[in-house]
């Protein structure tokens, strides 16, 4: 499925190297004033033209992505005057909102190589199996940018969520072994240096959110949230509260660490979880061409609060 959420949907759509990725909205309400500097700033974090969670300036990214202006042009469910490109204020109708980023750098001559071959590690040869046809550009729709899309509904989705006092912050904070932020740009541009990548583990805290949020049984707050963000393009673990950590330490010590949740229901302290993104297989060392990053897990920070922001408003829409 393309689409996430029952009573606030996100719809993703589009393709790395087509002609544009983008999204469609529904449940949003009318009324909202939509920051347009908030969009902007976070499509820069997730391209790497800023800064992580952590203020970490970012290193070892993809020139695509440094390179593409990623503009948001709105075609339906708001009003104002930035309708086309970012910028001007919008309100939004109630209405379903559309929204598209036309792909300005997309290079598919870049990738003919792989009409014929499949890349280690990537959806190429799954999406062949399960359709009979796949989109060789670049990945097409597991690339990640069709992230772009998500970090736009986030945004409206935090926005709603500020209204209710919750807010919601990622971090990376660890690069392979390195666990010191001061370090993590040297570690990453050393694999980038011998053409290869590293993994990076990110951490969210979801402050502010009330009591009473989740299912006790099969809509767990922790199991919606690690749906959301399970879904991201090369995240392979999920964990919270004590975590995967928990295992070597007797309950006694370890017992009153709930990470903000309990049964599945909130339980109205912080909210921290922490996912795992793995290294890109694409990497000259691996022989690949294209363009690449030293270590995804950077531009993934803001689309972990993007996710994270799209899953708590539609349980609680």
Same mark, same amino acid.
């Given at each position: 499925m393309n689409s996430f959420g029952d009573k606030w949907t996100f719809t993703s759509f589009g393709e790395s190297h087509g002609a544009a990725i983008g999204g469609v909205l529904d449940g949003v309400p009318a009324g909202l004033v939509i920051d347009m500097d908030l969009i902007r700033r976070e499509l820069e974090r997730r391209a790497g033209k800023g800064v992580t969670g952590d203020g970490l300036q970012v290193t070892g990214v993809s020139p695509r992505a440094l390179r593409e202006p990623d503009e948001v042009e709105w075609l339906s469910?708001?009003?104002?005057?930035?309708?086309?490109?970012?910028?001007g204020k919008l309100v939004t109708l109630g209405t379903p909102i559309a929204f598209i980023i036309r792909n300005k750098d997309a290079r598919p001559e870049d990738y003919e190589w792989l009409k014929t071959t499949y890349r280690v590690g990537h959806a190429d040869k799954v999406y062949e199996q399960k359709y009979g046809i796949r989109d060789w550009?670049?990945?097409?729709?597991?690339s990640s940018r069709e992230t772009a899309g998500r970090v736009v509904a986030?945004?409206?989705?935090?926005?709603? @969520? !500020?209204?209710?006092?919750?807010? /919601?912050? %990622?971090?990376?904070?660890?690069?392979?072994?390195?666990?010191?932020?001061?370090?993590?740009?040297?570690?990453?541009?050393?694999?980038?240096?011998d053409g290869d990548s590293i993994g990076g583990i990110i951490e969210c805290r979801i402050t502010g959110l009330q009591p009473g949020v989740g299912e006790p049984i099969f809509n767990?707050?922790?199991?919606? @949230? !690690?749906?959301?963000?399970?879904? /991201?393009? %090369?995240?392979?673990?999920?964990?919270?509260?004590?975590?995967?950590?928990?295992?070597?330490?007797?309950?006694?010590?370890?017992?009153?660490?709930?990470?903000?949740?309990s049964g599945g229901i909130s339980d109205g302290t912080e909210v921290v979880f922490r996912c795992v993104f793995k290294p890109t297989p694409s990497t000259p060392k691996a022989g690949v061409k294209g363009r690449h990053d030293a270590c995804v897990a950077t531009r993934a920070v803001p689309v972990v609060e993007a996710m994270t922001a799209i899953a708590l408003i539609d349980l609680l829409s």
């Open positions: 469910g708001v009003m104002g005057d930035g309708l086309q490109v970012t910028g550009r670049g990945g097409g729709r597991a986030g945004c409206v989705a935090k926005q709603q @969520l !500020a209204e209710k006092g919750i807010t /919601i912050h %990622a971090e990376l904070i660890q690069v392979g072994s390195e666990t010191d932020p001061a370090k993590f740009n040297d570690t990453i541009a050393s694999y980038q240096r767990k707050l922790q199991a919606e @949230l !690690a749906f959301a963000v399970m879904s /991201i393009n %090369a995240c392979k673990g999920f964990e919270y509260g004590t975590g995967f950590g928990g295992v070597t330490q007797p309950g006694s010590a370890i017992n009153a660490i709930s990470g903000g949740i």
